[in-house]
């Protein structure tokens, strides 16, 4: 399949009903996802991939359609109902977990692909848990995080190794209250990890 495919496919989604912003629901746009995906892809690592936070299934989705066994967890029960649907929409199986990524056991998994909480919100340590588990579980990881994390993310990953690092535009679809304008657009890193 090729990128622009995939991104149509992905594009045709439903998202979140009633994002919550505490837990900073917000879907991974198609074009992130499609480049994400598709540098996975061409790494020859999608094997088993994990998608942590997967929402409302995007990457999780994607990941299948590129031939990947795919997994999603995500804490939210209405998100994982409506990656559910998204899954039998575009005929392809994967494998929905109602869990929490700071306590999770996961095994046998070869690739984390994950749009984080960035902790922009209130609400917590944002990407920290996250990351941690990935390193627990995955030989390689793809990671979004907000511009300017390079720093705190080739430490807090160590003794594993930022391979790539990829500076995409991120549109932001008005969907919470607090938001100004109807899109913004927001400059990401999309990186790639790796551990021995
Ligand atoms: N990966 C999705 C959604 C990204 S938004 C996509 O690409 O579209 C981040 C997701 O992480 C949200 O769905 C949120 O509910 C989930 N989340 C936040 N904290 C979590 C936690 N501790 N455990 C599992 N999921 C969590």
């Given at each position: 399949?090729?990128?622009?495919?995939?991104?149509?496919?992905?594009?045709?989604?439903?998202?979140?009903?009633?994002?919550?912003?505490?837990?900073?629901?917000?879907?991974?746009?198609?074009?992130?996802?499609?480049?994400?995906?598709?540098?996975?892809?061409?790494?020859?690592?999608?094997?088993?991939?994990?998608?942590?936070?997967?929402?409302?299934?995007?990457?999780?989705?994607?990941?299948?359609?590129?031939?990947?066994?795919?997994?999603?967890?995500?804490?939210d029960a209405g998100a994982l109902a409506v990656a559910r649907s998204n899954a039998g929409k575009l005929g392809v199986d994967v494998d929905f977990v109602r869990g929490d990524v700071s306590s999770i056991g996961l095994r046998e998994i070869e690739t984390v692909i994950m749009n984080p909480p960035f902790g922009a919100q209130r609400a917590s340590q944002g990407d920290r848990a996250f990351l941690k588990k990935a390193l627990e579980t995955a030989k390689v990881i793809y990671s979004l995080h907000n511009r300017g994390s390079e720093g705190f993310?080739?430490?807090?990953?160590?003794?594993?190794?930022?391979?790539?690092?990829?500076?995409?535009?991120?549109?932001?679809?008005?969907?919470?209250?607090?938001?100004?304008?109807?899109?913004?657009?927001?400059?990401?890193?999309?990186?790639?990890?790796e551990c021995q």
């Open positions: 399949m090729k990128k622009k495919q995939l991104e149509i496919l992905l594009e045709g989604l439903e998202g979140f009903r009633d994002p919550v912003p505490e837990r900073e629901q917000y879907v991974t746009p198609a074009r992130v996802a499609a480049e994400m995906l598709y540098l996975a892809y061409l790494h020859g690592d999608l094997g088993v991939v994990c998608d942590l936070g997967c929402g409302t299934g995007t990457l999780a989705v994607g990941a299948a359609l590129l031939g990947a066994r795919a997994i999603g967890v995500e804490i993310i080739r430490r807090f990953v160590e003794p594993c190794v930022v391979q790539e690092i990829h500076r995409i535009p991120f549109p932001l679809k008005r969907c919470f209250e607090f938001h100004k304008s109807d899109v913004r657009t927001i400059e990401v890193e999309l990186y790639r990890i």
